[in-house]
């Protein structure tokens, strides 16, 4: 059983196209959250929800919508995409601060 | 970075020895937390420490943490292959954000 799965694991897509991302946790976590890892490995938290209330949105194109369904789900729409938006997506779930699980991540590439 | 970073960037040591990471940050916080990430997979938390914690052990990984340096260490004792890997600090502030250090690559030669 995989705790947090995110789907797909690759994506590749041309310029101004649309695509989504999706993350489901089957751990009863409260809080979900996305985190973009770029080329060089850095870790940049995106959004998180609680309980499918936005919490956290950081300074994020608006291009990048996320939309929470219910507790156990947080997909990731992104329109028009853009070269610079090839980077590792990861969703993540906690239950208070006792730390992340991550999901496998996604793999966008836009050309 | 501007919030905080780790060292060193990269580590090179033989299986056996001890690997020792550094991680610094600039806010006050609540917890600190340590993750591993193999190459093209997802990070795995390893150990969490609380603010008023100052060290943790887990098998032989050992965490410290000096509220009043903004810093904490990762020790990992008796190197393996399989710990070539990069391993993340996160330091939480509030409840539900952490943020995450730059990273170290580590490689342990068999």
């Known amino acids: 059983d995989t705790a947090v799965s995110q789907t797909p694991k690759y994506l590749v897509t041309q310029m101004g196209n649309d695509k989504s991302i999706k993350c489901e946790q089957n751990l009863g976590h409260d809080t979900m959250y996305w985190y973009k890892q770029d080329s060089k490995k850095f870790l940049k938290i995106m959004f998180s929800y609680n309980n499918k209330e936005l919490i956290i949105n950081e300074t994020v194109p608006n291009r990048f919508s996320p939309k929470s369904p219910d507790k156990a789900h947080l997909n990731l729409h992104i329109n028009s995409l853009e070269l610079g938006d090839s980077a590792v997506y990861f969703c993540?779930?906690?239950?208070?601060?006792?730390?992340?699980?991550f999901g496998s991540g996604t793999r966008l590439t836009v050309v | 970075s501007q919030q905080g970073e780790e060292d060193p960037q990269a580590l090179s040591i033989q299986e056996g020895e001890n690997a020792t990471m550094n991680c610094s940050y600039k806010?006050?916080?609540?917890?600190l937390q340590w993750y591993r990430q193999n190459s093209g997979r997802g990070l795995v938390h390893l150990i969490l420490i609380r603010s008023n914690e100052r060290e943790k052990h887990s098998g032989r990984l050992r965490v410290t943490l000096d509220t009043s340096k903004k810093s904490s260490s990762l020790l990992i004792t008796a190197s393996r292959a399989a710990d070539t890997a990069s391993y993340f600090c996160?330091?939480?502030?509030?409840?539900?954000?952490?943020?995450f250090g730059d990273g170290t690559t580590l490689t342990v030669k068999p």
């Open positions: 806010t006050s916080i609540n917890n």
């Open positions: 996160a330091w939480g502030a509030n409840a539900g954000k952490s943020t």
């Open positions: 993540a779930s906690s239950q208070r601060d006792n730390g992340y699980t």
